[in-house]
């Protein structure tokens, strides 16, 4: 057997093994589409509690995504880098979202908010979230928005005393002369809300479960990147942080969009833990995941399977636009 | 001067102890010694970047053994260069010097200055994905040398190349020893590099150095 042909065979009998998967998922698309109709479909798009609905994924996917970059981008580097007593348990830990059931994930998080410190946060979002808005989020958002009137990389200790101070005077501004007050009702009553059986809910139960996603990922990445080149950067006078921004995060480009991407997937798949935490009010906490539910639940089969179809079609788009934009960005 | 006085390192099983070398301002000295013997893990230590166990480290009249590895104004040249993936050449040349808040004219005369020095102006626009081993080592150079440090540390900095390029390399250090601006701690297992090159000759045996 010559070389050429030996490794024809090999690649056909892997493509013939991992094209089984492919044609499986083409299959049961093409089924959905052949069991629904073309006029079922513009219905659903048409349906207003529809259309709420997947305003309400794409929004709360996209910010179910951002949270978990926060926290996954911090926690991977750490878990990478560093090695310190109780990293096992931890790591253990941050699986628990991932082999748990999400019904439990749901009534875990209801369960949390019905404790003392829960209760204390959902009447904190219900009745001040106008006070924390106005003087807390309000001056720390033009505090660093005013920070490239600096026109050049803060030092450690400007960094330090920057932030605090300006948003301080801007709090302090905002309070006496009285357009605080009125800024702060129209902000409590735009934003002001429980946290369970609302929107908010629902960003946490996507949240609690594509975080831990988002985390494994970050944390591969970093694991695959050298920190030498970082060292090299703490010689030519970096700080720790600075090397982190200018040299690990650049490269960590593309893991960074893979997590994004499994992140809002995971989102949008979501359902058990929204069903339980969020419930499945229409025009409230309506999401895609729970309409196919809904739907179901009434009889409407063909209405099911469409929105089942716009989910593909939604997931398929954002993905496609995520990783274009982002690997575009990382081949900087 | 670059001066190590009864350093001592562990790491895990791995431990170096009362290690003692000393090379002179403007000179260039070589430390020798086989693989594994614990030559990087040295180096790192003069550069901040490995915790010591005991010992002083004084680089001039400066004891540098507990400042940050950016407060010791040393240039390090890693075994593979470690050149960071998403910036050009130009920006590896200018990247500690935008640090330190130089002003753009400045940075771009400078980055012309070692593009000529080291031969790759034709580089610039690049990313270390498209270098070659031997113009990637010529970057990791002139990064570590951008901000004119008065110290510098190689680490194998030629194990990794071909005998042409090498040449090229051997002969750009050898013009870096002969400027004597800067005093060399250059680490290699290969004597014929430390003969090419050194002015002082170490070598590090079972844990000990001795000065040949």
Known sequence: MTAAGSTARFYLALALIGGSYVVLILAMLIADLFYTTEDAFWAAFRSPEIRYAIRLSLVSCFVTTLLSLWVAVPLGYLLSRTRFYGQTVLDTFLDIPIVLPPLVIGLSLLILLQTRPGKWIEDLTQHQMGFLLTYIALPVVIAIGSWPLLRRLPSRAEGLLYLPVVAAVVAIVLRFSGLGASIEPRLQDRFGTRITFEIPSVILAQFAVSCAFAVRTMRVTFDQISPRAEQVALTLGCTRSQAFWAVSLPEAWRGLVTAASIAWARALGEFGPILIFSGATRMRTEVLSTTVWLELSVGHLEAAIAVSLLMVVVAIVVLLLMRGFGLRGGAM | ?212
Not at chain 2, 117 to 127: A, D, S, V
């Open chain 2, 1 to 212: 001067m670059i001066a190590i006085d009864r350093l001592s390192i562990r790491q895990g099983a791995f431990a170096l102890r009362d290690i003692s070398l000393e090379v002179p301002t403007g000179k260039y000295g070589v430390l020798m010694g086989k693989t594994g013997a614990g030559k990087t893990s040295i180096l790192e230590a003069v550069a901040g970047l490995r915790a010591i166990v005991g010992g002083k480290i004084r680089l001039g009249a400066r004891v540098v053994t507990h400042l940050e590895p950016g407060d010791r104004g040393l240039g390090y040249v890693p075994q593979d260069g470690a050149l960071f993936r998403t910036m050009t050449v130009y920006n590896h040349l200018a990247f500690a010097l935008t640090l330190r808040g130089v002003d753009r004219k400045t940075i771009d005369g400078r980055v012309t200055e070692l593009a000529d020095w080291l031969g790759i102006t034709h580089l610039l626009r690049r990313r270390p994905a498209g270098l070659s081993g031997g113009e990637a080592q010529r970057v990791a150079l002139g990064r570590a040398m951008s901000f004119r440090p008065q110290y510098l540390l190689l680490d194998e900095p030629l194990s990794s190349l071909d005998e042409t390029t090498r040449g090229s390399m051997v002969d750009l250090l050898d013009g870096l020893r002969k400027g004597g601006d800067v005093t060399v701690l250059h680490v290699t297992h290969s004597r014929a590099e430390a003969e090419r090159l050194a002015d002082v000759r170490f070598r590090l045996d079972d844990g000990r150095v001795v000065k040949e």
